[in-house]
């Protein structure tokens, strides 16, 4: 049974192009949360702020006039794109997404539709064209974040509780619209679109208006990627429609959090976007709690990649255009790694093996191979592969020297073992097995 929509989801099953493919294989991205809020740094006043830097306009410890005036001090005279680039492209980034305008409505963009934008401030020039140059000339695709939700419109409005909310909401629309074509106008080698603030019961009714403006934008870049996160659809549901088939091209619900098993993605196209401390996305100067290190990083981009996502890594530059010493530690320490194993996160996905305490599976697409990305090193030095169907091994070795190979024991139907040895292990280690399909008898475990 199923309800006919007018604005549900378009499409069951993935996107096959070749744009959706380049997608599938990023395996890394990172992201970067930069407005006027970088500049109090999560401090007002001597006091400081304890939810994330980018929301201190809703704290009551800071007052609104003193938020919206800021933008008269934005001059991030540091301000270099290349160098982001080149950080970006040394981590092993192969996307990256940038906060055009987050929920304050500040642009980093000259808009044609505001003046809340980077032309009236000190620094008076575009942030973002820039900045999608210098990553365009790595190599980096380059996708921007929009958050519908905009404190600074005066037609913005969360309900729609009267007549004139309705007629306010309506120019908020329309200047929605204005500044999304003008974006993709203005920086045509754009990718795809990162919805945020699109969880108001205003924006729920808008089926109608989000689907025909997406059929809109991607006429501007046919192919244009677009996340579960934006339409809702005739009945206000989100992400997944009323019948609960999935809405745009991929999952877009993994915020600061990850899929446990393949089971919880529903076998879709996601992405992860994660925080390097808790929950800080602009930058703080104070950042409290647990900050996460490179291994655990890596661990979750190893996951994420083994349950066929994408993960997404979170950079919140100063008010002067710099990146902390902490993020450009761990963006060194992750590229370190990535330069070794990459070839077990790009073009990679998930494969049916079962997955086993020593780490994650990760298999190629083009060659079939399966990476073993072992975290854990058991005290027996035993590593356990267990496959989901008859295949005859031709070869298990060490992806970082390949004369060091690991000779496969079967112990049952479809299983094996490998021996570490006494190998130590400095960090994770990539352990590649290439197979056969087997047509051969089985040797008759059952
Ligand atoms: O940009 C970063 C964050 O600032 C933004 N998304 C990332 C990428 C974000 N922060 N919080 N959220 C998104 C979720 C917001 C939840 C809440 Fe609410 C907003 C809690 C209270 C207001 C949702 C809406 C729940 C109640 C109303």
């Known amino acids: 049974t199923s309800l006919a929509l007018a604005h549900g989801a378009h499409r069951l099953g993935k996107r096959t192009d070749p744009m959706m493919e380049r997608w599938r294989n990023y395996g890394l991205g990172q992201f970067i949360h930069w407005g006027v809020y970088a500049i109090p740094g999560g401090q007002w006043n001597g006091a400081s702020y304890g939810g994330a830097a980018e929301w201190i306009r809703s704290w009551k410890g800071m007052p609104k006039e003193a938020y919206d005036n800021l933008y008269k001090e934005f001059d991030p005279e540091n301000y270099d794109p290349s160098a982001l680039a080149k950080q970006a492209k040394e981590m092993g980034a192969k996307y990256m997404i940038i906060t055009t305008k987050h929920h304050d409505g500040f642009c980093l963009w000259p808009s044609e539709y505001t003046d809340y934008d980077v032309t009236n401030t000190p620094y008076g020039k575009d942030i973002i064209g820039p900045l999608v140059e210098a990553y365009d000339a790595e190599g980096i695709d380059v996708y921007l974040y929009f958050s519908v939700m905009d404190w600074n419109h005066p037609g913005y409005r969360s309900v729609l509780a009267t007549e004139e909310d309705r007629s306010a909401y309506e120019s908020f629309k329309e ?54 996160r934006f339409r809702p659809d005739d009945y206000g549901n989100r992400h997944f429609d009323s019948n609960g088939d ?78 902390r010493m902490e993020e450009k530690k761990l963006a060194t320490e992750i590229g370190q790694w990535m330069s070794k194993n990459k070839s077990a996160i790009y073009n990679c996905g998930h494969i049916d093996w079962e997955k086993q305490d020593w780490g994650y599976y990760t298999q190629n697409r083009v060659t079939g191979e399966v990476n073993m990305v072992v975290f854990n090193k058991p005290i027996n030095s035993v590593l356990r592969i267990k496959t989901s169907s008859k295949i005859s091994l031709q070869k298990i070795y060490d992806l970082n020297d390949a004369t060091k190979i690991y000779d496969p024991e079967e112990i049952s139907q479809d299983e094996y073992i490998i021996q570490l040895g006494d190998e130590e292990l400095a960090e994770p280690k990539v352990i590649v097995i290439k197979y056969d399909h087997s047509k051969g008898e089985t040797k008759g475990y059952e």
Not at 200 to 212: G, I, R, S, Y
Request: glycine content about 10%; hydrophobic content about 35%; proline content about 4%.
């Open 246 to 323: 999935l809405m745009g091209d991929y999952e877009q619900g993994w915020e600061r959090k990850l899929p446990e098993t393949y089971e919880d993605t529903n076998g879709n196209d996601w992405d992860c976007v994660m925080t390097i401390p808790e929950n800080q996305w602009g930058y703080h100067s104070d950042w409290r709690g647990h900050v996460k290190t490179s291994y655990e990083l890596i661990e979750m981009l190893v996951k994420s990649v083994s349950l066929d996502g994408n993960f997404v890594l979170n950079f919140g530059p100063d008010a002067k255009g710099d990146i």
């Open 175 to 228: 200047f929605t619209r204005n500044q999304l074509l003008e974006l993709l106008e203005r920086y045509p080698t754009t990718k795809g679109l990162w919805f945020d603030g699109t969880w108001d019961e205003a924006w729920k009714e808008q089926a109608e208006f989000a689907d025909n403006l997406a059929t809109e934008m991607r006429k501007k870049i046919p192919g244009l990627i677009i996340g579960s």
